[in-house]
């Protein structure tokens, strides 16, 4: 049941990535790059990650998508016309193929690590809330790299507004 | 259980790698290269669970923080652009090309 569950969110997800890819107008291709981000909610969802999916829906498919959406009506783009050639097409197929090839060899080329071994398993998830055990690791364990990302994120703010200054 | 995940990701990933390849809008490169880091956060959480270690989960916190920053800091750049050049097309970005 579990099996055929994944293999159909699964192909959703696959044909919205490739729909993102070779739709024409860019709100088609920010659409279905939504869908995607459901799709890979919903494998949180079954991976026991119950914060991570409802952050994926929130922060990804909420905020940054508006913003990308925001900005393509903003500017008003026309669909693309002209086409790369070819050959640019065939080469980057060869590459994203390779990509895709070194990522299976490495992957049934080694053995898995013994499953379980952490203190992670889906009864601690249960017991103690799946919310809980990411705060505890972020506030104790992971505090200097949290607080880090602070300053990342006033980087970013001061970056945005002194590049949508009048004179650049 | 795992490879299939490991799978998909794979899958998902090299699909963000063709579509930065081969598309010439800034704004949909940049949604392909969102769709590579949520494969990569799709096997981060993937190898967390199976392992039994929340640590990859608390990378994929920072990575969409990171994901959050680079959309806030990249549209801006991109709306700049177009502020002067009228088009956001990757081929047309060549005053720097040598």
């Not at chain 1, 992670?120 to 972020?138: D, F, P």
């Not at chain 2, 063709?18 to 494969?39: D, K, P, S, T, Y």
Request: hydrophobic share 60%.
């Amino acid at each position: 049941m579990e099996t055929l569950f994944f293999t159909i969110v699964a192909a959703v997800a696959v044909l919205s990535s490739i729909l993102v890819i070779t739709c024409k107008n860019p709100i088609n291709s920010a659409l279905s790059l939504v869908m995607t981000f459901f799709c890979l909610a919903t494998f949180y969802v079954m991976l026991d990650a119950q914060f991570m999916a409802a952050i994926q829906v929130i922060v990804y498919a909420g905020a940054i998508m508006v913003l990308v959406v925001f900005v393509i009506m903003l500017l008003n783009i026309r669909s693309e016309t002209g086409k790369r050639s070819n050959h640019a097409v065939a080469v980057s197929s060869i590459l994203a193929f390779l990509v895709l090839f070194e990522a299976c060899y490495f992957l049934f080329r080694s053995t898995p690590a013994k499953e379980g071994m952490g203190p992670l398993t889906s009864s601690v998830i249960e017991q103690v809330g799946h919310t809980e055990l990411i705060g505890k690791a972020m506030y104790s364990e992971f505090l200097l790299p949290f607080e880090i990302t602070s300053l990342l994120l006033l980087v970013a703010i001061i970056g945005a507004v002194v590049l949508s200054k009048k004179k650049i | 259980m795992l490879e299939k995940y490991l799978i998909l990701s794979a899958i998902l990933f090299s699909i963000g790698t063709l579509g930065v390849l081969i598309r010439r809008n800034a704004i949909v490169i940049f949604m392909c290269v969102e769709l590579m880091l949520n494969a990569v956060n799709l096997t981060f959480i993937a190898l967390s669970r199976h392992l039994g270690n929340i640590d990859g989960q608390i990378f994929v916190f920072f990575v969409m923080t990171v994901a959050a920053a680079e959309a806030a800091v990249g549209l801006a750049l991109m709306v700049a652009y177009f502020k002067n050049r009228e088009s956001i097309d990757v081929e047309d970005i060549n005053v720097m090309k040598w």
